[in-house]
């Protein structure tokens, strides 16, 4: 019996507010694949350490930490999840003691290392002979979790579409007063983030889509369109 194909994967990064979440999400769905959002991952080191006292400036008590994580990502793009010790934390990770704590974890090289072997045991299950794939984003999945993913792509915006999307996201209103409480959240995230990897400019072989006048629906029909070129 000849060995079956290996399932798709698509590699997608971008900045904050640039919409990669939501847009991965509903590629992943539309296309039956399984979806990974790494970015949870860091988040959910980082809820552990607050929740157990760890020092987020202890760079080895947070290595250890991860390193030691009973961590699960439930890859359903209709309902992911993630459970750390068995114990449901999704909403939890979108909290804004989270956001503004995460860079410590994210910046972590030990801490990097660790997930880094765990995202790609995720891709290498979801992409298995006779599976259908996965859909996998964050910061650096284009160039170093997975280089030779069959569609890779940077999902970006301008600054004040990015602004607004995530303003909307975390306290329900565009306004100015909105917008000006999430700049410091996602600019210093960015800035903080870059340091230890690249998202804002696509690498070799990477391409760019810029979604700052484009809806959602737009946006992922330009992604299924990438992916659709790739088999082509």
Same mark, same amino acid.
């Given at each position: 019996?000849?060995e ?13 507010? /640039?919409?990669?979440s939501?847009? /991965? ?5 539309? !296309?039956? !694949?399984?979806?990974?959002d ?11 350490? !607050? ?10 008590a ?47 090289? +030990?801490?990097?290392?660790? $997930?880094?072997r ?29 280089p030779?993913?069959d569609?890779?792509? !940077? ?5 004040? +579409?990015?602004? +607004?999307?995530?303003?909307?996201? $975390? ?25 230890? /990897? ?10 760019t ?20 070129? /790739?088999?082509?």
């Amino acid at each position: 019996m000849p060995e079956q194909p290996r399932g798709l994967v698509v590699a997608v990064d971008g900045p904050s507010g /640039s919409g990669k979440s939501t847009v /991965s999400r509903e590629v992943a769905r539309r !296309l039956g !694949l399984a979806y990974l959002d790494t970015g949870a991952m860091y988040r959910a080191v980082c809820w552990w350490c !607050l929740e157990t006292g760890v020092d987020l400036q202890d760079a080895e008590a947070v290595a250890r930490a991860a390193r030691a994580l009973d961590l699960r990502m439930v890859p359903d793009p209709a309902a992911p999840r993630v459970l750390v010790a068995g114990r449901e934390v999704s909403a939890a990770l979108r909290e804004s003691r989270i956001s503004t704590a995460v860079s410590a974890v994210a910046t972590n090289p +030990a801490v990097r290392a660790e $997930l880094l072997r765990r995202q790609r045991e995720i891709l290498a299950e979801a992409s298995a002979p006779g599976r259908p794939g996965v859909v996998a984003e964050g910061r650096d999945i284009t160039t170093v979790v997975a280089p030779d993913a069959d569609v890779r792509l !940077l999902l970006t915006a301008d600054e004040g +579409a990015r602004l +607004a999307r995530r303003a909307r996201e $975390l306290h329900g209103s565009t306004d100015a007063e909105a917008v000006e409480r999430t700049r410091d959240e996602v600019l210093r995230r960015d800035r903080d983030d870059s340091t230890v /990897s690249t998202f804002h400019v696509a690498a070799d072989g990477v391409v760019t889509v810029d979604s700052s006048g484009m809806d959602l629906h737009q946006t992922v029909a330009a992604v299924l369109q990438l992916v659709e070129d /790739s088999a082509a």
